[in-house]
């Protein structure tokens, strides 16, 4: 299941849809510390999808000769009206 970032209500009226392109700075116990936006990003649709990522999201720590290390990667956030 993918976990969806709750949208940000003043979109919903507006009915505005993003892609958010996103560099996660993800720690040795692989949480996501910090959320970047690559190229332009909406602030509000920003806002919830930082708000998202740190609350909720795990990854599996990046490994460097067998002890976690902390990462940076890229992911791309949808969101989008059809549910």
């Known amino acids: 299941a993918i976990l ?3 949208y940000p209500r003043q979109k919903l ?3 505005e849809e993003a892609s958010l392109t996103l560099r996660l700075s993800i720690d040795e116990r692989g949480r996501v510390v910090q959320v970047e ?6 602030a509000q649709f ?3 999808a930082r708000r998202h990522l740190i609350a909720h ?3 599996k720590p ?6 976690a290390v ?3 990667i890229t992911t791309t956030l949808h969101f989008r009206l059809d549910g």
């Open 70 to 72: 902390a990462s940076t």
């Open 62 to 67: 990046a490994m460097e000769n067998g002890r």
């Open 4 to 6: 969806r970032p709750p």
């Open 46 to 48: 920003l806002a919830a």
């Open 57 to 59: 999201w795990r990854y």
């Open 13 to 15: 009226i507006l009915e």
């Open 37 to 42: 936006p690559v190229g332009r990003a909406d």
